[in-house]
């Protein structure tokens, strides 16, 4: 389904690269006050990453369930990597890690999802980060969002979802809970102003 929809030839859709902002009216509590990243947008349905929302795990806790350390070595990661963020990036195959990154990192596996972004969901870059070897600026997510086709667009048609150009500081900040907020004021939006009969910018 969603995943099919992002690989490396694939055209860029008009939602590649934009942040859906949930509206008051999102029904689903999987989404409620949620800034998600579309990473891939076709006929094909629609992928992306909730990017305001915690995770329990931390980095070291990932390294060793993938036993690439052991608990001796987690101890010794440098700073930079034991603080390395983890978030929840959405309700599908929630045991699947991706890390969005800054495009200073490629591997074979890298997908670019913007001018400045990709996307890796491989070992490598897990490895990298825990070396303190990684990309500048990275975050990793478990699990994604997806949309079947046509989905994404009746949603947004029926008020679910604003959208606006994604900015990179806003993926990468660390300051979850002020996420929502600000992805509206990127908007010129307050909560406030927020009604059931907006529709996308």
Same mark, same amino acid.
């Given at each position: 389904?969603?995943?099919?929809?992002?690989?490396?030839?694939?055209?860029?859709?008009?939602?590649?690269?934009?942040?859906?902002?949930?509206? =008051?009216?999102?029904? &689903?509590?999987?989404?409620?006050? @949620?800034?998600?990243? +579309?990473? %891939?947008? !076709?006929?094909?349905?629609?992928?992306?990453?909730?990017?305001?929302?915690?995770?329990?795990?931390?980095?070291?806790?990932?390294?060793?369930?993938?036993?690439?350390?052991?608990?001796?070595?987690?101890?010794?990661?440098?700073?930079?990597?034991?603080?390395?963020?983890?978030?929840?990036?959405?309700?599908?195959?929630?045991?699947?890690?991706?890390?969005?990154?800054?495009?200073?990192?490629?591997?074979?596996?890298?997908? =670019?999802?913007?001018? &400045?972004?990709?996307?890796?969901? @491989?070992?490598?870059? +897990?490895? %990298?980060? !825990?070396?303190?070897?990684?990309?500048?600026?990275?975050?990793?997510?478990?699990?994604?969002?997806?949309?079947?086709?046509?989905?994404?667009?009746?949603?947004?048609?029926?008020?679910?979802?604003?959208?606006?150009?994604?900015?990179?500081?806003?993926?990468?900040?660390?300051?979850?809970?002020?996420?929502?907020?600000?992805?509206?004021?990127?908007?010129?939006?307050?909560?406030?102003?927020?009604?059931?009969?907006?529709?996308?910018?």
């Amino acid at each position: 389904m969603a995943t099919t929809v992002l690989h490396k030839t694939r055209e860029r859709g008009f939602l590649d690269g934009q942040f859906l902002i949930a509206m =008051p009216s999102m029904f &689903d509590a999987n989404f409620a006050r @949620t800034v998600i990243f +579309v990473c %891939a947008h !076709s006929e094909d349905g629609a992928m992306g990453f909730v990017i305001n929302r915690p995770q329990r795990l931390t980095f070291p806790d990932v390294l060793l369930h993938l036993q690439i350390l052991d608990e001796e070595e987690a101890i010794r990661l440098p700073p930079m990597a034991r603080d390395f963020q983890i978030q929840a990036g959405g309700p599908v195959e929630t045991g699947r890690g991706f890390v969005l990154h800054s495009d200073d990192y490629l591997s074979d596996s890298s997908i =670019p999802v913007s001018d &400045d972004i990709c996307l890796t969901a @491989t070992l490598d870059i +897990v490895r %990298a980060i !825990s070396r303190g070897e990684g990309p500048l600026k990275a975050t990793m997510l478990l699990g994604y969002a997806g949309w079947g086709p046509g989905q994404l667009e009746t949603e947004i048609s029926q008020n679910g979802w604003l959208t606006c150009p994604a900015r990179e500081e806003l993926i990468f900040d660390r300051a979850l809970d002020e996420k929502y907020d600000r992805a509206l004021e990127l908007m010129g939006v307050s909560p406030a102003m927020l009604s059931t009969d907006a529709g996308h910018a």
